[in-house]
């Protein structure tokens, strides 16, 4: 990767070594998003039993906007949605549309002929088509009839009404399907299972068109590895831009017991992934009679960021598969991640620094999202609790610029200037990075107590930093 031609205007990451040249006295920590106690959509009418967030949810207009699966034991599958002003209060309008039980008064907003079933739905928002802004995948299945099984597109004015075009698409295709819910490198995008698949193992394959109708060959791109227990597959993953790099998630079946979570990935490309040395759960089970608490998965897009945060909605379950009503109960939660908070480089002992590669910097200031507080979970305020960060800024030989030595940086010390946020750096006598633009430079950090997320160029005055 050279350095010198990537975007330092977008927020880079700590997530591997891709920014670290050299360190000492520095760990790299995984962070996993606060769980709200309870869910903010859960099955209340006749025609749920339980509601998954195997659909999407998509923050448009001022509004948060969810399509997501529901079943129960008189009906097929279905897709449903829900609206809310805030993010946690979900209305489910009564929209007229289809017939249930004698009556239009639901918030079904797709559903298939006779017996014919919707496993999950991926909603696109097409920014590049006026007339028909949001385009939608789909897993159709209609027992006995093996050749209509597979992945169907559609396409809607408002994500309510939907027009079944161009229909089936890629027949035999995955019952476990998720399209990135945005374009990547100008082309739609789905992860899925293809129907030649010759491992006797779940695993993921991508594949990409212009148009929804024409698709790349399937390339595989996840599969369990060695250093996964023998009874793991990987169910399903997702793919969406986070700043500088591809994110996702992989389900993580475990046959033994039958139990799915979520494991955060990564990609420079969106076509090679990564994995996490850790592979922990990203949100954990829930304690034993809660609704997650067999079963996380993620929807088909990335993190809502709103209100300065990073908001995960995702189903949970509490029984995986063959587990009949009412033991088998669904429903969709929501958890919260500061801006960038995925990784952090930690110091704890005495100071710790690292060094970056050389980097051409622009004329841009240096910003950091960062939290000085050994213990996350201590007070703000808390003044022993604090620790700090400072920059240093070296040439392209790895000697200090004068003025940008470690002592000439203003330390960052009050949790409050950079909670939740990226703060600018700034040195003695108000010198900023923008002195040093145009110049190959490396980025010197130091912390002690503290935690780094991420780095990025830009303007120290900028609204957007927050």
């Known amino acids: 990767m050279q350095k010198n031609k990537i975007d330092l205007t977008q927020t880079q990451l700590f997530i591997d070594d891709t920014w670290i040249e050299d360190s000492v006295r520095i760990q790299r920590v995984f962070h996993q998003p606060k769980k709200m106690p309870h869910p903010i959509l859960a099955p209340d009418r006749s025609y749920e039993e339980g509601c998954v967030a195997y659909g999407t949810i998509l923050l448009r207009n001022n509004r948060f906007h969810l399509w997501y699966i529901t079943w129960s ?17 979900f209305t489910k309008p009564d929209l007229g549309i289809y017939e249930f039980e004698g009556s239009k008064k639901n918030n079904i907003c797709l559903m298939l002929a006779e017996t014919a079933s919707i496993d999950n739905i991926s909603v696109i ?33 408002d994500g309510i009404y939907w027009e079944q075009n161009p229909g089936l698409v ?27 698949n010759p491992y006797d193992c779940r695993m993921v394959w991508r594949l990409e068109s212009e148009d929804l109708i024409h698709w790349s060959k399937p390339e595989l791109i996840l599969r369990p590895d060695i250093e996964d227990d023998s009874s793991l597959e990987i169910y399903s993953s997702t793919a969406f831009k986070y700043e500088s790099l591809y994110l996702g998630f992989i389900e993580r079946m475990h046959m033994r017991p039958d139990k799915l979570d979520s494991e955060l990935i990564y990609s420079q ?26 079963w996380v998965s993620m929807p088909s897009n990335g993190p809502i960021d709103f209100k300065n945060n990073l908001w995960f909605y995702y189903s949970g379950r509490s029984a995986a598969h063959h587990v009949p009503y009412p033991l088998n109960y669904g429903a969709i939660g929501v958890s919260v991640l500061r801006r960038d908070g995925f990784a952090s480089l930690f110091n704890t002992h005495g100071e710790g620094w690292l060094v970056t590669p050389p980097i051409r910097w622009p004329d841009k200031d240096l910003l950091i999202n960062a939290d000085p507080r050994r213990d996350l979970t201590s007070h703000p305020h808390c003044g022993h609790c604090q620790g700090s960060v400072q920059v240093e800024v070296r040439d392209a030989e790895n000697r200090p610029l004068s003025g940008y030595g470690q002592n000439d940086c203003l330390p960052i010390r009050n949790t409050m200037d950079c909670f939740m946020s990226r703060a600018p750096v700034l040195w003695r006598k108000s010198k900023s990075m923008r002195k040093a633009a145009g110049q190959m430079v490396r980025l010197v950090f130091y912390l002690q107590d503290a ?7 830009g303007d120290k005055n900028s609204k957007t930093q927050v």
């Not at 949100?283 to 809660?290: A, E, F, M, N, R």
């Open 451 to 457: 935690h780094l997320y991420s780095f990025a160029a």
């Open 73 to 89: 034991r008189n009906s097929r599958l279905k897709v449903c949605y829900a609206v809310s002003e805030d993010g946690l209060n």
């Open 170 to 196: 890629l027949p035999g295709y995955g019952d476990r399907t998720n399209a990135a819910a945005t374009k990547i490198n100008g082309k739609f995008v789905v992860l899925t299972r293809t129907p030649k």
């Open 269 to 294: 490309d969106s076509y090679i992934w990564k994995r996490t040395w850790r592979r922990d759960s990203f949100i954990p089970w829930g304690l034993s009679g809660t609704f997650d608490n067999v």
């Open 125 to 157: 928002e097409d920014t590049d088509d006026a007339d028909w802004p949001l385009k939608a995948v789909f897993y159709q299945h209609v027992p006995g009839r093996k050749e209509l099984n597979g992945l169907t597109v559609c396409r809607s004015k």
